[in-house]
């Protein structure tokens, strides 16, 4: 009987209809017609104990002034035969009220564990519709440092100062690259940019000529660009990479201009030595031809 009450607490919590409460003749369907509001009672047996201990049945009814009277009775067996098992003097379950609403009763057990809220949202229709990421995606390159607006700097280079290693020097007051623009733009003598010893138009040059004039006992530098001779040494201190460097390639056929296009072929040596154009480089057979006069159509 225990047992079958519990089964009715429980299917008041979980609200999950017990199977056997519809079934024919169920002890459950008893009880649950009794809850709602039936007219007749279970009949509980019980029994009580006479003086000789021995069982008598009750008659239905009677069960709590049996029990009442079984209480107040001193057995005087006691310590002599064992006690009745506890079942028996147990008091039936208070029976709800029929007109009551059935309100869920306190309980010593917990209730049904609530399973934990998912940590994920399940997918909605957006996510679940979105295409998996393209393979035309997965190659695109990350963004390009050269998107990065440019710098107001001077400088001639267009990469970035701190992705190479510098080996800039430090000039002389006055040799910065707008001196040396305003130099070539207004030269203090005539003969300073191209040299002393050239004539006043432009000249045949010999690899014998060009190696004779390599910096070096006073003599000026000359350096080939494009198969025209330069007069270097007017630059020498502007230039930024130090007049070491510079050197490499005076009085050289090839050297100078193949060290230059490695150091810095963003770099216009056109525009930055026009003015100290000397000739152009002719072979040793070729010296002298036209006298030199038709060199002036370079101009
Ligand atoms: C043998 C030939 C040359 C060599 C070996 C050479 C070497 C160098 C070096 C090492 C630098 C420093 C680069 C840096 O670290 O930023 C430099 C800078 C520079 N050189 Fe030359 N150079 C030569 C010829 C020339 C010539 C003939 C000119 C002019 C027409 C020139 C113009 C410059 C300029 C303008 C810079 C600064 C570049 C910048 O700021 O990005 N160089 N050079």
């Given at each position: 009987i225990i047992y079958r009450y519990q089964s009715t607490r429980h299917s008041a919590w979980t609200g999950?209809?017990?199977?056997?409460?519809?079934?024919?003749?169920?002890p459950i369907a008893e009880l649950e017609d009794d809850d709602d509001g039936a007219k007749t009672r279970p009949e509980i047996p019980t029994f009580t104990l006479d003086e000789e201990g021995s069982n008598k049945d009750a008659a239905p009814g009677d069960t709590q002034k049996d029990i009442q009277a079984t209480k107040s009775k001193p057995s005087s067996r006691l310590g002599t035969s064992p006690p009745p098992p506890p079942s028996s003097i147990m008091p039936p379950p208070p029976r709800p009220s029929p007109n009551a609403k059935r309100k869920p009763e306190p309980s010593l057990m917990p209730p049904p564990p609530i399973p934990a809220p998912t940590p994920r949202a399940p997918p909605t229709l957006s996510t679940t519709l979105r295409p998996p990421p393209s393979t035309a995606s997965t190659l695109r390159a990350p963004?390009?440092?050269?998107?990065?607006p440019p710098t107001s700097s001077l400088s001639t280079s267009t990469l970035s100062p701190s992705a190479r290693p510098s080996k800039k020097v430090l000039l002389d007051p006055g040799h910065s690259p707008l001196d040396w623009a305003h130099l070539t733009a207004n030269p203090p003598t005539p003969t300073f940019l191209r040299g002393a010893e050239v004539p006043p138009q432009l000249i045949r040059v010999p690899p014998s000529a060009l190696k004779w004039?390599?910096?070096?006992?006073g003599r000026d530098a000359w350096g080939v660009w494009q198969g025209k001779v330069y007069n270097l040494t007017p630059y020498m201190k502007f230039h930024p990479g130090g007049v070491g460097e510079l050197m490499r390639g005076a009085g050289k056929v090839v050297e100078g201009e193949k060290l230059f296009n490695e150091k810095h072929p963003w770099v216009s040596w056109e525009n930055m030595l026009g003015e100290c154009l000397v000739g152009i480089l002719v072979s040793e057979n070729e010296v002298g031809k036209g006298e030199g006069n038709e060199l002036e159509e370079m101009d």
């Open positions: 999950i209809q017990d199977p056997g409460k519809s079934g024919a003749g169920s963004p390009s440092r050269s998107l990065a004039h390599n910096g070096r006992k």
